[in-house]
């Protein structure tokens, strides 16, 4: 049941790339339940779903990172976080309306579901405890998602931010629990490759979301202005210094097998730094679709063509900490001058084209993209910053 030592163990199979595919549709149904909610309790509420469909998959990554995926038992495990992944999916527009308790039901089926598989499949395997105590949070945070789901609005927002924090703090706590002591990070045995190359897809996932946007956004046009043109160029041109930036250095093969390969580290390089820089590009999306569609600038559009970066680079500088130890300074740089734009762009509000801030962003997320692309060349991944 378990994945053979050997040269292709790191491989993501097809099973793997199938289940991601699912993914593509969370990650729209998210982008635009954030277009429509667009308020401070719209991006607190978005920002919980999407913390539950990123730990979902997350959870699934990892334990594929153990699992073989041509066992025939695994493809029907992943077949079933597929449709449980779909469910959630489909629930999330109106998780805090008629459709709360769909998108509990699937999450803690699949949370609740795939670590009591794991904890009977890799029996007499170190991993098999570890799952068990995996199994009694989820379990727990399980509760509390249902009866949230049973809720009022505001209600259902605090249980389910409380379920989402027992979820996520779990490894943080080595899953201690009482009666079942703790499954400390060191008794996780991963594969960093497999990882490193599975968030590399899930975060390529989020970046073709943001084409997707501005396809059908542009075709829904009639008729196309030439400032909608300028403004889809804009937002590919964005796209493309995000990818770069990215994979100049955090997606570079050398992350994976010469930095700090400890799970600890990994822990926080993949279930965490990439959470972040995955958001960061849903939020990209959003922005790209309210500079193609308003001409003024307003907050929304400031704080999304700002934002979206922002977060990226938190989780970008994140990543490197916990890989490299390195102190990435161009990324600060690039974070203080996105402020100063957003700032600026508060400030001025409708004095300025909505494109304008656009043009500002991307200047400085392609500045870094060359930076990272030229200080990345002849130097360690404990040095590159």
Same mark, same amino acid.
């Given at each position: 049941?378990?994945?053979?030592?050997g040269?292709?163990?790191?491989?993501?199979?097809?099973?793997?790339?199938?289940?991601?595919?699912?993914?593509?549709? #969370?990650?729209?149904?998210?982008?635009?339940?954030?277009?429509?909610?667009?308020?401070?309790? *719209?991006v607190?509420?978005? #920002?919980?779903?999407? $913390?539950?469909?990123?730990? %979902?998959w997350?959870?699934?990554?990892?334990?594929?990172?153990?699992?073989?995926p041509?066992s025939?038992?695994?493809?029907?495990?992943?077949?079933?976080?597929?449709?449980?992944?779909? *469910?959630?999916?489909?629930?999330?527009?109106?998780? &805090?309306?008629e459709?709360?308790?769909?998108?509990?039901?699937?999450?803690?089926? #699949?949370?609740?579901?795939?670590?009591? &598989?794991?904890?009977?499949?890799?029996r007499?395997?170190v991993?098999?405890?570890?799952?068990?105590n995996?199994?009694a949070?989820?379990?727990?945070?399980?509760?509390?998602w249902?009866?949230?789901?049973?809720?009022?609005p505001? %209600?259902?927002l605090?249980?389910?931010?409380?379920?989402l924090?027992?979820?996520? =703090?779990?490894?943080?706590?080595?899953?201690?629990?009482? *009666?079942?002591?703790?499954?400390p990070?060191?008794?996780?045995?991963?594969?960093?490759?497999?990882?490193?190359?599975?968030?590399?897809?899930?975060?390529?996932?989020?970046?073709?979301?943001?084409?997707?946007?501005?396809?059908?956004?542009?075709?829904e046009?009639?008729?196309?202005?030439?400032r909608?043109?300028? @403004?889809?160029?804009?937002?590919?041109?964005?796209?493309?210094?995000?990818?770069w930036?990215?994979?100049?250095?955090?997606?570079?093969?050398?992350?994976?097998?010469?930095?700090?390969?400890?799970?600890?580290?990994?822990?926080? @390089?993949?279930?965490?730094?990439?959470?972040?820089?995955?958001?960061?590009?849903?939020?990209?999306?959003?922005s790209?679709?309210?500079?193609?569609?308003?001409?003024?600038?307003?907050?929304?559009?400031?704080?999304?063509?700002?934002? *979206?970066?922002?977060?990226?680079? @938190?989780?970008?500088?994140?990543?490197?900490?916990?890989?490299?130890? =390195?102190v990435?300074?161009?990324?600060?740089?690039?974070?203080? %001058?996105?402020?100063?734009?957003?700032a600026?762009g508060?400030?001025?509000?409708?004095?300025?084209?909505?494109?304008?801030?656009?043009?500002?962003?991307?200047?400085?997320?392609?500045?870094?993209?060359?930076?990272?692309?030229?200080?990345?060349?002849?130097?360690?991944?404990?040095? %590159? $910053?």
């Open positions: 049941m378990m994945r053979s030592e040269a292709r163990r790191s491989e993501v199979a097809p099973i793997e790339l199938f289940f991601d595919l699912v993914y593509v549709f #969370a990650i729209i149904q998210v982008s635009h339940t954030l277009l429509a909610h667009l308020s401070w309790l *719209g607190l509420e978005v #920002a919980l779903l999407f $913390g539950a469909v990123w730990w %979902a997350n959870y699934s990554a990892w334990a594929m990172n153990w699992l073989d041509s025939g038992l695994v493809r029907v495990l992943n077949g079933l976080l597929m449709l449980a992944a779909l *469910g959630m999916s489909l629930g999330l527009p109106h998780a &805090f309306a459709d709360g308790l769909l998108f509990a039901t699937c999450y803690v089926a #699949a949370q609740v579901g795939r670590a009591a &598989f794991m904890a009977v499949a890799l007499g395997h991993l098999a405890k570890n799952y068990t995996l199994l949070w989820s379990t727990s945070a399980g509760v509390l249902l009866v949230g789901a049973f809720l009022d505001t %209600a259902r605090v249980v389910w931010l409380v379920a924090v027992v979820d996520v =703090a779990a490894p943080r706590f080595e899953f201690r629990f009482p *009666g079942l002591g703790s499954a990070m060191h008794t996780w045995p991963t594969d960093p490759e497999h990882l490193a190359e599975r968030n590399r897809g899930v975060f390529i996932i989020a970046l073709g979301e943001s084409i997707l946007i501005m396809g059908f956004t542009l075709s046009l009639d008729p196309i202005t030439s909608a043109v300028v @403004a889809t160029l804009l937002g590919f041109v964005g796209l493309f210094v995000l990818w930036a990215y994979f100049a250095l955090a997606g570079q093969d050398t992350q994976a097998s010469r930095g700090d390969a400890s799970t600890r580290a990994l822990r926080s @390089a993949f279930a965490y730094a990439h959470a972040l820089m995955v958001a960061g590009a849903i939020v990209v999306a959003v790209i679709e309210l500079r193609i569609s308003h001409t003024e600038t307003d907050p929304s559009v400031v704080l999304t063509t700002v934002g *979206g970066p922002l977060i990226y680079l @938190a989780g970008n500088i994140l990543f490197l900490r916990s890989r490299t130890g =390195a990435a300074r161009a990324r600060y740089v690039a974070a203080t %001058a996105l402020v100063v734009v957003g600026l508060l400030v001025l509000g409708h004095a300025v084209p909505s494109l304008a801030i656009g043009v500002a962003t991307v200047a400085v997320m392609a500045t870094l993209a060359v930076v990272t692309q030229l200080t990345s060349r002849g130097t360690s991944p404990t040095t %590159a $910053g």
